[in-house]
């Protein structure tokens, strides 16, 4: 291989963002083509550093926007190469249809998406409003909960997409700042390590093989795009969740770090949990804890992977429990929340009879304080008490001016 | 759980100081988080910066905190913000300013009755690094007033984390961190 190994101690003090680009570097990326956007610029900065100093081989391709980064990181996948960007916000908006072209095409793609608001008004901080608007368009979702997650979801990320069952590209989500500015310990995979688990790229279907040609976006009318897309919905039903599995199952070999595809904490004998995603499942672990020494059986459910969704996981996680408050991190405009919504379509046909509330929290990158969390774990004890829900089913947290509740 | 607060203004090193000793808690095996607050702010922008260090895996990610100790690595910041905002009762002040630590606390009256440490990391930097860069002396001074770690492993770790610098500006900053832990009151 024409580049150089970097020696990484065992544990580095990272954020997201570096450990995010040093898990491309181990990955080999052919190919990032990007337009860099805060939080997630310094994602493929790094990746751009690495070239330069000679410790990747590829390409780093400047674009003139995210929609022209994500229709470069299609060109270079459907050519055949292992391929990544990030971004975050309004510029993965401005990516939305070229992320439905991506996944129709069945290219896999890397991409990273450190969370940010989505304007109007304009903030950098942030929420999950980027996230959620990516989550019918066809990719794979991972959630990462601190720097660490970053890190390792990102070969995962790899190892699913280019599956040959799978080609379906794939999102590593971090929250803005919280995840990625934040640096924490991360252990490392040495480049051995993490390059012969992500393995040497193999090809399908490429472009650049002459001797096999193929067509790359096509046009299909009503006679043939309802299979296309029938298929896709059925390749993200049935293959994906056991690719993921098995990837977990050999990371674990490998590293000694387990994922699940719904993260389950003191959840055995929870009388009352929240379920949500990114660093606001660490915190609220570690309040579930405290809300226990005072006499509340409390626990947390995080969604590691957040499309395809996790049906049957989740209603499985949540089977003992009597009250389940779901966070939103992301304004809904006018309905409940996602997490709200799937929670209730997976546990409808179960035989739960937990009560279920909704909450809508840290929009713009405002904070949820351990304090927010401990009133809402005795919210939740206090549903269990009484029987029912005592308080309106969509309720906002830490939103200045009179309590604001809907439902 | 010991839990840190800097005040800086955008481009004075606060995150990079954050990062830094993050990075040399954790090689004594001890778990580390450094972050800050952003927004859009532009170089001298009032900011701030934070750790927190802990044996257990930090878990934590609440951007609130009650600091053990607040750092002030501009001299201004006292005036202009306020720099005692959610303290405990045994909050430790380490504060930037060409003050004895007396004059300080009767400009300040917030601080009166406080833990307040004073050194001049401005000028210790200006004289040695050739910068108003006073991140790596706030650490001296935090050695000396923490006693967290021998002053010389102290450098070291930071010799290793400025690695990528020139000899001339790593040798700077060792002399700029050995002052501030001589000169902190």
């Known amino acids: 291989m024409a580049f150089d190994k970097m020696e990484l101690q065992k544990i580095e003090v990272w954020d997201g963002n570096r450990a995010a680009a040093q898990a491309l570097r181990q990955s080999q990326v052919d190919v990032v083509a990007a337009y860099p956007i805060t939080p997630s610029t310094p994602i493929v900065e790094g990746y751009a550093k690495f070239l330069a100093d000679g410790y990747i081989e590829g390409e780093f391709v400047m674009v003139e926007s995210e929609h022209a980064a994500m229709s470069g990181c299609i060109g270079a996948a459907a050519a055949g190469g292992r391929v990544a960007t990030a971004t975050s916000s309004q510029g993965y908006a401005l990516m939305v249809e070229t992320l439905y072209q991506a996944s129709g095409m069945r290219l896999p793609i890397v991409l990273n998406v450190v969370n940010r608001a989505l304007a109007a008004p304009l903030n950098v901080n942030g929420d999950h409003s980027d996230m959620y608007l990516g989550r019918d368009s066809g990719w794979i979702q991972l959630d990462a909960y601190c720097p660490q997650d970053a890190y390792d979801l990102n070969f995962i990320a790899f190892k699913v997409s280019e599956d040959h069952d799978v080609r379906l590209p794939c999102m590593v989500h971090q929250d803005g700042f919280i995840t990625s500015h934040t640096a924490q310990g991360v252990h490392t995979l040495t480049d051995d390590e993490a390059y012969g688990f992500v393995g040497e790229y193999q090809p399908m279907n490429d472009m650049l093989d002459f001797e096999h040609p193929v067509t790359h976006g096509v046009q299909t009318e009503e006679d043939w795009h309802f299979e296309h897309k029938a298929r896709q919905h059925n390749d993200l039903m049935t293959k994906v969740m056991p690719k993921i599995q098995t990837a977990f199952d050999d990371f674990e070999k490998l590293s000694g770090r387990k994922y699940n595809i719904v993260e389950s904490y003191d959840m055995s004998d929870a009388d009352v949990c929240v379920v949500c995603m990114g660093t606001s499942v660490e915190t609220a672990r570690e309040v579930a804890t405290e809300m226990r020494a005072k006499g509340i059986k409390a626990g947390v459910v995080g969604l590691r992977v957040i499309r395809p969704f996790p049906f049957f996981e989740i209603a499985e996680a949540l089977k003992g429990v009597k009250a389940i408050a779901a966070l939103d991190r992301s304004s809904p405009n006018g309905a409940a929340g996602m997490l709200f919504n799937e929670l209730a379509g997976a546990l409808f046909n179960t035989g739960t009879k937990a009560l279920l509330s909704g909450y809508v929290y840290g929009l713009g990158g405002r904070d949820l304080t351990k304090a927010h969390l401990v009133s809402l774990f005795t919210e939740l004890q206090k549903n269990v008490d009484a029987g029912k829900v005592t308080t309106p089913l969509q309720q906002f947290i830490g939103v200045r001016g009179p309590k604001l509740s809907f439902l | ?185």
């Open chain 2, 1 to 185: 759980m010991l839990e840190i607060r800097w005040h800086s203004r955008a481009g004075q090193g606060a995150v990079t100081g954050a990062k830094g000793l993050a990075d040399v808690i954790s090689t004594t095996g001890k778990h580390v988080q450094a972050f800050a607050f952003y927004g859009s702010a532009k170089r001298g922008a009032a900011m701030t910066a934070y750790n927190r260090v802990d044996d257990k895996v930090i878990m934590n990610h609440e951007k609130y905190m009650e600091p053990d100790f607040v750092f002030v690595i501009d001299p201004a910041l006292v005036f202009t913000s306020d720099v005692t905002i959610n303290h405990k009762e045994n909050t430790i002040y380490i504060i930037t300013t060409h003050m004895s630590t007396e004059e300080l606390v009767a400009s300040q009256p917030r601080l009166a009755g406080k833990k307040v440490y004073t050194v001049d990391c401005i000028k210790i930097a200006q004289e040695t690094i050739g910068r108003a860069i006073p991140n790596t002396p706030m650490l001296g001074a935090f050695m000396r007033v923490s006693e967290m770690y021998d002053i010389e492993f102290f450098k070291e770790s930071m010799k290793r984390i400025l690695g990528k610098l020139p000899q001339k500006i790593i040798d700077a900053n060792m002399l700029a961190i050995q002052r501030a832990f001589d000169e902190v009151k």
